[in-house]
């Protein structure tokens, strides 16, 4: 299991009304916590597309437990419970600054081979880096 966790202040254009979240904005951050993740590891998005990969979503799952509020500071938590192989699940967990659980979510994202535009397996480089945590 691979795990990983990055932070994120809330800007208040991310917010409502009512100061919270708005909720579409979550999907977003699950995609900061995913690139931040493969930045740990010595990848990039960019990287994996040079040599003809992309990762697109194919499925989000979000369930919102308590408002992330303007000016928090919030932990996004990434697992990847299983090694890869032609697709990627994430898991997130996020908590606010008191350590309190907010949401959870789920995205499924495909490798996808960018000229034949078919899904393909997980990039050798990934792979590897990936490998020591699932053995």
Partial sequence: ?????TKIRVRYGETDQMGYVYYG???EFYEVARV???RS??????SMEDQGVMM???ELHCKYLK?????????IKVII??????????TYELTNEAGE???????????????????????TELANKLKPYFK
Avoid: H, W
């Fill in 1 to 5: 299991m691979f795990e990983f966790t």
């Fill in 25 to 27: 904005n979550y999907a």
């Fill in 36 to 38: 931040e993740m493969m």
């Fill in 41 to 46: 590891l010595g990848m990039t998005y960019k």
């Fill in 56 to 58: 697109p979503v194919v």
């Fill in 67 to 75: 408002p992330a509020l303007y000016d928090q500071e919030i932990s």
């Fill in 81 to 90: 419970a299983e090694m890869p192989r032609a697709r990627m699940n994430f």
């Fill in 101 to 123: 659980l907010i949401n959870t979510g789920e995205t499924l994202l495909v490798f996808v081979n960018m000229k034949t535009n078919r899904i393909c397996f997980i990039p």
